[in-house]
């Protein structure tokens, strides 16, 4: 399992904090309970902000049945030569 990154840390975290304030302000619950149960829905909510942050690198997968082929450069050409063990490229390299 991947480390997580310090967006997802970051991102987890303040959205731990708000929601928990957010939620007990709202609420205005006074028993320990009702603390508890929204403590827990907050560390739930931050756990799903941070897995939900991208990966850096990490690309969106496309379905292959969607993806077209790429048409590729054309085959080069090749001319046999008599007296020779191997086909020789009739194009030029660019090696020197």
Do not use: K, N
């Not at 928990?20 to 739930?44: D, E, H, K, W, Y």
């Not at 082929?69 to 030029?92: C, D, F, K, S």
């Amino acid at each position: 399992m991947p480390r997580p990154t310090a967006a997802q840390l970051a991102y987890g975290s303040a959205t731990v904090v708000f929601a928990t304030l957010a939620m007990l302000l709202l609420s205005q619950t006074r028993s320990g309970i009702g603390v508890a149960v929204i403590a827990v829905a907050a560390l739930a909510l931050g756990l799903l902000v941070a897995m939900t942050v991208p990966m850096p690198g990490a690309a969106p997968r496309v379905r292959a049945a969607t993806q077209r082929p790429v048409a590729g450069p054309e085959p080069l050409a090749v001319r046999p030569v008599a007296g020779a063990a191997e086909p020789r490229v009739t194009e030029h390299s660019l090696r020197s």
